[in-house]
Structure formats: C-alpha cells, structure tokens
C-alpha cells in the first residue's frame, strides 16, 4: 500500500494566519490527491481533488499543489470554521490510502 | 442533491457479523459515473477505506479486510449493503457510506452521516 504521510500532525494557528499543511506519498502518485476536512461528530468533506482543483462550494482560500511524492494544502487566511483536522488521500493506486491527519487548533 | 444515510445495529458481538445499509437518495445507484464505497474511522485514529461498488456489481475490497467483506447493492431500493464477518474489537469504527466520482483522482464527492458501531459483548 502507498503510504501517505501528513505534517505536521497538529498546529496551533490564529484566525486570518496562512496555513500549509504538507502530505508526502511514499511513491509517485501523480497527482491523484485529494484533501479533506474533518470535524468531530460531521462526515468528512472533500475541498481539494486532483491535487489541485477546487471543489464545488469550498471557499477559495483553500489551495492545493504538489505532484508526483510530495503535495500541499494551503489555507491562505484561517477562518473559526477552519479548525479541523485535515486528511490527504491518494487514489493512483489501489487500496485508496489516506494519511494521519493533521489538527488545526486555535492558538 | 444526493444524500446518503447509514444505519444498521450500533453494537455487535465479537465473532458476529457486522451489517450496515446505505439508502441514497438524489441518485440512483444503478446510473454508471460513480463509485459507491465504504470508509471508517476508528476512535481517534484516521480513515480507512474498506471497498466500493460500481454500477455494474464490480467490487474492490481493501485486501486488508478482503477475506470478510462483502459489499452489495439493491437498486430496486438504491441502497448499498456491507458485511463485515467475525468482527473484533479492532473492527469498532464509525463506517461512512460515500459517492465517488468515477475519473481522475476518484474524489468522494458525498458523505453519509456515519454510524458508529461498536464491537463488545
């Protein structure tokens, strides 16, 4: 299996920061990445696919890039809603593998 | 706008069978375009996906779980099933039912709820 590693695990940030949260695959995975975020007790929701293509509804401040191993989701001005934990997800090969998380905390 | 909803028996007995449903609604599960899969989440840990079903009855199972899964669909009632055999206390999660759409990167566009199930006597 692809292993998807997430850093850091978790961060304490203020509302309007720039956050970069960095997803490394442990072989190519082109840029078969999607990124989602997860709240406690809420089904997770897809922001980013295709590594860096915005989904329907998220609000533009979320980014995403990287290709091949090493991948990025960024949130240019943290907003309360924002404080989640964060997951990437490699889909170029099977089994689908999702990294450990990565927690954004108030600071 | 689809939506789906997971239920089946909150807890289940080591060694039993796990059973959990998904009823869609917004979409019919028989139209091609879309994966339909089963994710989890065990207690504060991350996610897992445990397999999905395509229009045509085409499975994939995560080989980690291969041996005790099968997932199914209805599509006269547009639901999706999956049973998890001889279950464990590492199979206590919460299962998510999801849709992903078929093409690059198979993103998992729809989530149901999630329901928790717990494995203990």
């Known amino acids: 299996d692809i292993q998807m590693t997430q850093s850091p695990s978790s961060l304490s940030a203020s509302v309007g920061d720039r956050v970069t949260v960095t997803c490394r695959a442990s072989?190519?995975?082109?840029?078969?990445v999607n990124w989602f975020q997860k709240k406690p007790g809420e089904a997770p929701k897809l922001l980013i696919y295709a590594a860096s293509n915005l989904h329907s509804g998220v609000p533009s401040r979320f980014s995403g890039g990287g290709s091949g191993t090493d991948f990025t989701l960024t949130i240019s001005s943290l907003q309360t809603e924002d404080f989640a934990t964060y997951y990437c997800?490699?889909?170029?090969?099977?089994?689908?593998?999702f990294g450990q998380g990565t927690r954004i905390e108030i600071k | 706008q689809v939506q789906l909803r997971e239920s089946g028996p909150g807890l289940v007995k080591p060694s039993q069978t796990l059973s959990l449903t998904c009823s869609v609604s917004g979409d019919s599960i028989g139209r091609g375009g879309y994966y339909w899969g089963w994710i989890r989440q065990h207690p504060e840990k991350g996610l897992e996906y445990i397999g999905y079903?395509?229009?045509?009855?085409?499975?994939f199972y995560n080989p980690s779980l291969k041996s005790r899964i099968t997932i199914s669909k209805d599509t006269s009632k547009n639901q999706l099933s999956l049973r998890l055999n001889s279950v464990t206390a590492a199979d206590t999660a919460v299962y998510y039912c999801?849709?992903?759409?078929?093409?690059?990167?198979?993103?998992?566009?729809?989530w149901g709820q999630g329901t928790l199930v717990t494995v203990s006597s």
């Open positions: 999801a849709r992903a759409q078929v093409g690059h990167s198979a993103p998992l566009e729809n």
């Open positions: 079903i395509y229009y045509t009855g085409e499975t």
């Open positions: 072989q190519n995975v082109a840029d078969f």
């Open positions: 997800q490699q889909t170029y090969s099977n089994p689908p593998t």
